[in-house]
C-alpha cells in the first residue's frame, strides 16, 4: 500500500497511491510529515538519528531556510531538535568534499551573464548527477545580482539535464 506526501506538484508520471496528500505551499515534505504526524491516535517514535535525517531535508528543500519559509517551517525545525536532532552532524553531512568543490567551481567559472541578472551555465561534460546541477545553480544564485541561474549539461550521451533556480 503506496502513500504520496510531497510539496512538488504531481507531475505526468505520478506515483499510483491510495491516498495523496500534496501541498506546494509546504516549504518540504518534512514540513508536511511532522504536521501530519500530530494527526495519528497512536505516538509516532522518531530516534535522534531520524530527526536528523528529516532536518537536513529541511535544510536543503529551503536553503538553509532561506526560502520558502514561513513560521510553521520553524515550528517543524523546534520540534525535530526537541526529538533530538543533531545540527552539528547535518552540517557535516551536507559538506562537499574537496572534489566536488573544485569541479562546482570548475564549471561555475564558465557562466555567462544574459540581461545583468540571469547565470547560464552550458557544458558538454556528462555529470550523471543532478544532485550536482542543482549545485551549480545554488552557487550561481550566491553572486550578487543574480535572479536565476541555469546549469545545462549533458546527463548521458542522450540525455540534457538542466537545473534552474531563481
Known amino acids: 500500500k503506496i502513500i504520496v506526501i510531497d510539496h512538488h506538484r504531481t507531475g505526468d508520471h505520478a506515483i499510483e497511491s491510495m ?4 501541498e506546494s505551499s509546504a516549504s518540504s515534505t518534512i514540513e508536511l510529515l511532522i504536521e501530519l504526524i500530530n494527526f495519528f491516535q497512536e505516538k509516532v517514535d522518531i530516534t535522534p ?5 528529516m532536518y537536513a531535508g529541511l535544510l536543503v528543500d529551503t536553503n538553509t531556510f532561506t526560502y520558502r519559509t ?3 517551517t520553524f515550528e517543524v525545525a523546534s520540534k525535530l531538535k526537541e526529538l533530538g536532532a543533531d545540527g552539528i552532524e547535518v552540517k557535516a553531512w551536507l559538506r562537499n568534499d574537496v572534489l566536488r568543490t573544485l569541479e ?3 564549471v561555475t567559472s564558465q557562466m555567462e551573464i544574459y540581461m545583468d541578472r540571469f547565470a547560464i551555465v552550458a557544458s558538454e561534460q556528462i555529470y550523471d ?12 544564485l550566491n553572486i550578487k545580482n543574480i535572479d536565476a ?4 549539461t549533458r546527463l548521458n550521451e542522450s540525455t540534457i539535464g ?5
Open 70 to 72: 514561513s513560521a510553521r
Open 104 to 106: 562546482i567551481n570548475k
Open 49 to 53: 538519528y531520524e530527526a536528523s535525517i
Open 19 to 22: 491516498f495523496s496528500y500534496v
Open 129 to 140: 548527477d543532478r544532485s550536482f546541477l542543482a549545485q551549480v545553480s545554488e552557487n550561481l
Open 162 to 166: 538542466i537545473s534552474a533556480r531563481s
Open 149 to 152: 541561474a541555469f546549469t545545462i
